[in-house]
């Protein structure tokens, strides 16, 4: 065999190499995805997290919710790219200083995250119809708030203040069910993962660096679901 041919054939051989490991990335990451979706693999056991919030067990799954979106249309979570998401879940028709607060903490959150931030999103879900929900913002206003917020409706603030967050509402009873926790204890906001799992809730007291040292540590660790 000559030095040319051998070369030819290495050259063809390389070739095959990188076209192929897109392709084998591919399958990996849909295998994986595939038991997290169906609960064989638990990412959170398996990966350690280290834990500021609270893990909840057993994880609550979202997607057979449905939901309406800010103008009432039908909608599943399964509408959502996979994504590691801040939930701030409000019962009743008001969204109050409590839950402003939350609000612009998983806000400051996000952006804190830099480079991570497309990783992530941030969804408003609540028991009451966004249409028919108001915002009655706590006064009087923390050091670096927005000073021109005032009573009125929620949808408005919303896509005003808090571009590209997602409003949803769902029925009381399927709200009841996916955030147990805050008929006793309102004072918390959730982290679902990219499979759609509740897997996670922080209390407001919480220091915020905490959240992102989670978040971040979560990112690292979970990339090939991004």
Not at 122 to 140: C, K, S
Not at 189 to 195: C, E, G, K, Q, R
Request: glycine fraction near 8%; charged fraction near 20%; include cysteine.
């Amino acid at each position: 065999m000559t030095s040319a041919t051998r070369n030819d054939r290495n050259n063809r051989m390389i070739l095959g190499l990188i076209a192929g490991l897109p392709l084998t990335m591919i399958l990996a990451a849909s295998w994986l995805w595939y038991f997290v979706i169906e609960g064989d693999l638990d990412l959170i056991g398996a990966i350690g997290t280290a834990n500021h919030g609270t893990l909840i067990q057993p994880p609550r799954q979202i997607q057979p919710y449905t939901f309406k979106d800010d103008v009432g249309a039908a909608f599943q979570w399964r509408d959502l790219e996979p994504r590691w998401t801040m939930v701030v879940a409000n019962r009743g028709a008001t969204c109050d200083g409590a839950c402003e607060a939350r609000l612009y903490v998983t806000r400051q959150i996000h952006i804190a995250l830099g480079k991570e931030f497309n990783k992530v999103r941030r969804v408003y879900i609540g028991d009451t119809p966004i249409g028919e929900a108001r915002i009655v913002p706590l006064m009087p206003r923390p050091t670096g708030w927005p000073t021109d917020v005032a009573p009125g409706a929620l949808a408005t603030y919303l896509a005003e203040g808090h571009v590209g967050l997602v409003a949803l509402a769902t029925e009381p009873d399927n709200f009841s069910t996916l955030f147990p926790t805050l008929a006793d204890s309102p004072e918390q906001w959730y982290l679902v993962d990219p499979a759609g799992w509740v897997m996670m809730r922080y209390p407001d007291a919480l220091d915020y660096k905490k959240v992102i040292a989670d978040l971040k540590f979560l990112l690292k660790n979970s990339g090939e679901l991004q």
